[in-house]
Each structure stands twice: as C-alpha cells, then as structure tokens.
C-alpha cells in the first residue's frame, strides 16, 4: 500500500486452499478494508488498485459477468468496500510490473502448504 509514493503496508499470509482467482479477489478486499481503516476521510480518497488479473479487471467493469459463486460473494463485499471511498480503480498491469505483489503472494502461499502439510 503506497501513498504519495511512499510505502505505508506490506502484507501477506495464508489463505489456505484455493484458486488464484479467489486470492486475488481476496487480496483486493483486504487491501480496500485496510485503505479504510488508514483513511481519514475516505468519502474524499481515491484509491488505485494495481492488479496483473485482468479476469478480475474486466468482473469490476463488468465486462465479464461473475458466474462463480465465491467470487461473486467477495466481488459483492468489493463493491460494497469501493462505495466508502470517493472513487476506487482497479486496473491491470503486467505481471512484470507486479513483482513486490507476486513476491508477497508467494510468501502467503509458502505458509499455507506449510500449514496444509502439519496438519
């Protein structure tokens, strides 16, 4: 999480089993309620949302329509979140231009095989 340019989080943990597309979704909630609770007037914030998911991208857009019922149950929370603040992007980048994310994802990932294996 990044205002001005400058780092304010870093974050990640496990998520247990599921598919990329749920972690993403996820991830961008949590990310929305953290940006909440950092905010001082987020009826006055715009928030920009970084992603290398353009499934997700194109779902907020509504481009696509979100037929899995998981992710429709998080999209459903993510638009609820986006409508605290002035105004949310959510756009793609290259996976390239992704790589603090990627890391941190595979970090999260690390944890929850670990966790899978103990138990």
């Known amino acids: 999480m990044d ?6 989080r870093l974050g990640f943990g496990p998520l247990g089993n599921m598919t990329n ?6 991830a961008v909630k949590k990310a929305l309620q953290e ?15 970084e992603t290398d998911s353009q499934l997700l991208v194109r779902h907020n857009q509504g481009k696509y329509n979100v037929q899995k019922k998981n992710l429709v149950q998080i999209m459903r929370e993510i638009v609820e979140l986006k409508g605290d603040f002035k ?5 793609h980048i290259g996976r390239k231009n ?9 970090q999260g990932s690390t ?8 138990d």
């Open 3 to 8: 205002l001005d340019g400058k780092t304010l």
């Open 21 to 26: 597309n749920e972690a993403e979704y996820i």
């Open 35 to 49: 940006a909440l609770v950092l905010s001082k007037e987020p009826k006055n914030d715009k928030v920009i949302v």
């Open 111 to 118: 944890i929850s095989r670990r966790q899978a294996s103990n």
């Open 98 to 106: 992704n790589t603090v994310a990627d890391y941190l994802a595979n």
């Open 87 to 91: 105004n949310v992007v959510i756009r």
